[in-house]
């Protein structure tokens, strides 16, 4: 972390510890917090304890420790829960579809399409997409991942799509969707 990017969450750590400290206490805290949230700016869940040191008298409103891990307690719920949740899904004995329905169903969700440029040259094939929806179909786990634009969003909900034509009791509980941004979250 540059330290002109650290600078600018000290303040906001300050603010976020308040007065409910004693001045030692609070200003040990500071800076872990703010590595934190620094942190958590780019996207990144967690820092290590070598990185982001802490006593144990941290307060846990603001921290949380797993193994060698800090996070903000946020963070360490989320990750509890997917982690519960898929640990859930993974024992579950899981149906398997036929091929032949798979296919179908891909073909009616997502059919193939393959767009030329001027040249004659592929600009745009969809097959990467549907091996990925038809691949996890039946898998109790999966992870879609890809550059922008790759068409990990078009994957996961064909992926959605065939599964609910193949089962049509297949409900939206039965669902753990993990997504690194707010954006991609809500999409």
């Known amino acids: 972390m540059s330290e002109a990017a650290f600078e600018t969450f000290i303040p906001l ?24 949230l620094e942190a958590a700016s780019r996207g990144i869940g967690q820092l290590s304890l070598t990185e982001c040191p802490l006593d144990s008298d ?20 989320y990750w509890s829960e997917v982690r519960e949740r898929m640990e859930r899904l993974y024992v579950r004995a899981n149906e398997t579809f036929a091929d032949e329905s798979v296919a179908r169903a891909l073909e009616s969700v997502l059919p193939r399409v393959i767009e030329h440029g001027s040249d004659g040259r592929v600009v745009f094939d969809n097959q990467a997409q549907r091996v990925a929806a038809a691949a996890f179909v039946d898998a109790p786990i999966g992870v879609i991942t ?42």
């Open 13 to 36: 750590a300050r603010l976020a510890l308040g007065d409910g400290y004693d001045g030692t206490q609070r200003e040990r805290w500071v800076k872990p917090l703010a590595q934190l």
């Open 58 to 77: 941290a307060p846990q409103q603001f921290f949380a420790v797993a193994e060698d891990m800090v996070l903000l307690p946020r963070n360490a719920r």
């Open 146 to 187: 890809g550059g922008p634009g790759t068409g990990k969003t078009t994957s996961a909900a064909a992926l959605l799509a065939i599964r609910r034509r193949l089962d049509p009791t297949f409900t939206s509980d039965r669902v753990l969707l993990c997504a690194p941004t707010g954006k991609a979250a809500c999409r």
